[in-house]
């Protein structure tokens, strides 16, 4: 079936460093993904996406990357600062399947230490 | 508004209560989502809608679980015959475009529903 899946459950970092989250995922017909933060008692927040047709996006102190060959999505956050702490979810997408809908993964908790 | 806007923000239920979830999506956005989060797990699609049609409802774990978009903005979720196990955060999210589309999709605060 179709799965999302992170290789780290926590991660803990200093302030100032980098940090990188991984993920991988099983259905090779998705095309889109999206990587969002969730802080405690909020919803799900919009970072930064990738379609298939890419291999590396760049905002704000944030890189996406995508290998397509071994099916792995990576969220690398630079100079991490203690607002970054929260949840991270990558999500996929198959934007022309039968059925149109996110899959998440079981989360990363980020944790920066000051 | 600027963003998904879900109400209530909390919401107490006891068991057997019906309950009704608002979602108010982005202005003009086309999809609407509908999903369940447990404690400490991710997000689980409920639902999906189109406009005012209900594409997909694959996710929606019983017949006590129903949503409308009769209007193609404004959406509900109810919940009939409220259990225990129906306690989670119900999340929102709306985006721009079609399904076919790849448009960024955003989500709510959520609805924290607590069955006791």
């Known amino acids: 079936g179709e799965s999302v899946g992170l290789h780290l459950p926590t991660l803990s970092v200093q302030e100032g460093d980098n940090s990188i989250i991984n993920c991988a995922y099983s259905?090779?017909?998705?095309?889109?993904f999206i990587w969002y933060k969730q802080e405690s008692g909020k919803g799900p927040q919009f970072i930064i996406d990738?379609?298939?047709?890419?291999d590396k996006r760049q905002g704000q102190r944030v890189t996406v990357l995508l290998n397509k060959t071994v099916k792995h999505l990576s969220l690398q956050i630079a100079a991490t600062q203690p607002g970054d702490s929260a949840v991270y979810f990558c999500?996929?997408?198959?934007?022309?399947?039968?059925?149109?809908?996110?899959?998440f993964g079981k989360g990363t908790l980020l944790t920066v230490n000051p | 508004g600027a963003g998904v806007s879900q109400s209530p923000r909390y919401k107490v239920a006891k068991r057997g209560q019906d309950v009704a979830l608002r979602c108010d999506p982005i202005s003009g956005h086309v999809s609407l989502f509908w999903y369940q989060q447990a404690l400490g797990q991710g997000p689980e699609f409920l639902t999906y809608f189109q406009n005012e049609a209900q594409l997909d409802k694959s996710g929606l774990p019983s017949d006590r679980f129903f949503a409308e978009r009769p209007e193609g903005s404004v959406s509900t979720l109810k919940i009939q015959r409220t259990q225990q196990e129906d306690s989670a955060v119900y999340l929102c999210?709306?985006?721009?475009?079609?399904?076919?589309?790849?448009?960024?999709?955003?989500f709510g605060e959520g609805s924290w529903l607590t069955v006791v």
């Open positions: 990738i379609r298939s047709n890419m």
């Open positions: 259905n090779s017909a998705s095309d889109y």
């Open positions: 999210a709306s985006s721009s475009g079609q399904r076919s589309s790849g448009n960024t999709i955003y």
């Open positions: 999500a996929e997408i198959n934007s022309g399947g039968s059925n149109y809908k996110l899959t």
